[in-house]
């Protein structure tokens, strides 16, 4: 691995924010929307419930399970070759949600901005600037997360602000849109929503102490939720339900409805170079951390050289849907109710299992 330097508490907060925090601009709303209508903004709220109790009791075991990273953990609570069963699970979760996530992105930049690009170019291009991003390093990426995170706020802050007059508040009723019952399950189905939680345990270690990685990450964590839940519930009232379910892309489209008067308009513009600036940094993080998850699983201490071949299979895989809707709503859909129950299981079963070896005495 790359500096031998550590990361701090804001460093660790920036990168949690910009890798799960995101998903309030991708085209999440749209795949929720299509069975919660419009209830869909609580259902990470119910997501979040799901996954983060476990996610402290990871940390927990984190804490107790000194100077480990993940998969070292797991190795130490359940043996060798089972921890890298469950190591190796967690590494095909990552990669292949960066894989269908890129795709998502891709689309985005092809359908607004370059409608007649080919869409293997923009993919070379983008991934291409993601590796050379990752090659820094985790102090890097670190830094200039915590850099720009301020600008991507700020940006992100006005968009809800010049929203408020779109707003129309009736259009959140009923709150529970298709039926309370749909709403909780399909909370649970995309618990994994957050999974890229549990991949930044891989980074245990980089912080001077463990308490700085827990408050770093723990206080992104609740911010981000506060964050997404806010958007989609701009999306509902600005938007409607049937609107967000046909809505590819809810945040650009919010965007376009946005000026800052009268001669100040199509500033659509301004919010993609910041939303731009976000996604490559999300996706140098996610890139980075499952290359480093692949790296412990067979004792690669020197893991860098491995960025390229992902990068290069992360293209060529992303390449296979037939188009954003397969991507999007079959195989990421998919991808999300498998991943849910074994990241929601996982943090109880390795507790368990520590308890009845005597380890947490």
Same mark, same amino acid.
């Given at each position: 691995?790359?500096?031998?330097?550590?990361?701090?508490?804001?460093?660790?907060?920036?990168?949690?924010?910009?890798?799960?925090?995101?998903?309030?601009?991708?085209?999440?709303?749209?795949?929720?929307?299509?069975?919660?209508?419009?209830?869909?903004?609580?259902?990470?709220?119910?997501?979040?419930?799901?996954?983060?109790?476990?996610?402290?009791?990871?940390?927990?075991?984190?804490?107790?399970?000194?100077?480990?990273?993940?998969?070292?953990?797991?190795?130490?609570?359940?043996?060798?070759?089972?921890?890298?069963?469950?190591?190796?699970?967690?590494?095909?979760?990552a990669?292949?949600?960066?894989?269908?996530?890129?795709?998502?992105?891709?689309?985005?930049?092809?359908?607004?901005?370059?409608?007649?690009?080919?869409?293997i170019?923009?993919? #070379?291009?983008?991934?291409?600037?993601?590796?050379?991003?990752?090659?820094k390093?985790?102090?890097v990426?670190?830094?200039?997360?915590?850099?720009?995170?301020?600008?991507?706020?700020?940006?992100?802050?006005?968009?809800?602000?010049?929203?408020?007059?779109?707003?129309?508040?009736?259009?959140?009723?009923?709150?529970?849109?298709?039926?309370l #019952?749909?709403?909780?399950?399909?909370?649970?189905?995309?618990?994994?929503?957050?999974?890229?939680?549990?991949?930044?345990?891989?980074?245990y270690?980089?912080?001077?102490?463990?308490?700085?990685?827990s408050?770093?990450?723990?206080?992104?964590?609740?911010?981000?939720?506060?964050?997404?839940?806010?958007?989609?519930?701009?999306?509902?009232?600005?938007?409607d339900?049937?609107?967000?379910?046909?809505?590819?892309?809810?945040?650009?489209?919010?965007?376009?409805?946005?000026? #800052?008067?009268?001669?100040?308009?199509?500033?659509e513009?301004?919010?993609?170079?910041?939303?731009?600036?976000?996604?490559?940094?999300?996706?140098?993080?996610?890139?980075?951390?499952?290359?480093?998850?692949?790296?412990?699983?067979?004792?690669?201490?020197?893991?860098?050289?491995?960025?390229?071949?992902?990068?290069?299979?992360?293209?060529?895989?992303?390449?296979?849907?037939f188009?954003?809707?397969?991507n999007?709503?079959?195989?990421?859909?998919?991808?999300?109710?498998?991943?849910?129950?074994?990241?929601?299981?996982?943090?109880?079963?390795?507790?368990?299992?520590a308890?009845?070896?005597?380890?947490?005495?």
């Amino acid at each position: 691995m790359q500096n031998n330097g550590y990361l701090r508490i804001k460093e660790i907060a920036a990168m949690t924010l910009l890798l799960v925090g995101i998903k309030l601009s991708d085209s999440t709303p749209s795949l929720l929307a299509q069975e919660a209508q419009n209830g869909f903004w609580l259902i990470p709220l119910l997501s979040f419930i799901c996954m983060f109790p476990g996610f402290l009791i990871m940390l927990y075991l984190l804490k107790k399970y000194r100077d480990k990273n993940l998969v070292e953990l797991m190795e130490a609570i359940t043996g060798k070759w089972i921890g890298k069963i469950l190591g190796l699970f967690i590494f095909l979760f990552a990669f292949f949600t960066i894989t269908l996530d890129s795709r998502n992105y891709i689309e985005q930049i092809k359908l607004l901005y370059f409608p007649k690009s080919p869409t293997i170019v923009i993919f #070379f291009i983008f991934i291409g600037i993601v590796f050379f991003g990752a090659k820094k390093g985790i102090e890097v990426i670190g830094e200039t997360s915590w850099i720009f995170l301020t600008v991507i706020k700020i940006s992100a802050s006005l968009v809800i602000l010049l929203s408020l007059g779109e707003i129309v508040m009736q259009r959140v009723f009923p709150i529970f849109g298709s039926g309370l #019952f749909n709403i909780v399950t399909e909370g649970v189905k995309k618990a994994s929503l957050f999974a890229e939680l549990f991949f930044l345990l891989i980074a245990y270690k980089v912080t001077k102490s463990s308490s700085m990685f827990s408050k770093g990450i723990i206080i992104a964590s609740i911010i981000t939720i506060f964050e997404i839940t806010l958007f989609y519930f701009v999306y509902i009232t600005v938007f409607d339900y049937n609107s967000i379910g046909k809505i590819a892309f809810p945040f650009h489209d919010l965007t376009q409805f946005l000026n #800052f008067g009268r001669f100040f308009t199509n500033i659509e513009t301004l919010f993609m170079v910041f939303w731009l600036f976000a996604a490559f940094l999300k996706f140098i993080i996610f890139i980075y951390l499952a290359t480093w998850i692949f790296g412990e699983l067979f004792a690669i201490r020197n893991f860098e050289p491995l960025l390229l071949p992902f990068s290069f299979l992360v293209i060529m895989l992303g390449l296979l849907p037939f188009n954003a809707v397969i991507n999007e709503l079959i195989l990421r859909e998919t991808l999300l109710t498998i991943m849910s129950p074994f990241f929601i299981v996982l943090p109880y079963l390795l507790w368990g299992i520590a308890w009845g070896k005597g380890d947490l005495k």
